[in-house]
Nanobody, 121 residues
Framework: QVQPVESGGGLVQAGDSLRLSCAIPGPTISHLSMGWFRQTPGKEREFVAAISWAGSTYYADSMKERVAISRDKDRNIAWLQMNNLRPEDAGVYLC???????????????WGLGTQVTISS
């Protein structure tokens, strides 16, 4: 079973950095893409970043200058480094996994429960 588990969220100040982690327990899952989405009340899940099995990365225009996604394929772990955080970056950050790739949430069948990121101004 592919069950992502996020960690690393918390309360930070505007301008701070934060590193989120997503781990999928179990043996290496080949050809799995992993991504991050942000959920805020009243809005659809918003794409943040994704990384393919081959290591290609994709970013939302709104954050691409301030975030970086990376992964350890052998351990089924992905990280999202976020820098210079702004109040509008706040939300629940969800890790997604699947065998496709893209910016649409529907491309990812496996989801974690999310980790809350709160940013004070």
């Amino acid at each position: 079973q592919v069950q992502p588990v996020e960690s690393g969220g918390g309360l930070v100040q505007a301008g701070d950095s934060l590193r989120l982690s997503c781990a999928i327990p179990g043996p290496t899952i080949s050809h799995l893409s992993m991504g991050w989405f942000r959920q805020t009340p009243g809005k659809e899940r918003e794409f943040v970043a994704a990384i393919s099995w081959a290591g290609s990365t994709y970013y939302a225009d709104s954050m691409k200058e301030r975030v970086a996604i990376s992964r350890d394929k052998d351990r089924n772990i992905a990280w999202l480094q976020m820098n210079n955080l702004r109040p509008e970056d706040a939300g629940v950050y969800l890790c997604a996994a699947g065998y496709g790739l893209g910016t649409m949430a529907a491309n990812y069948p496996y989801w974690g429960l999310g980790t809350q990121v709160t940013i004070s101004s």
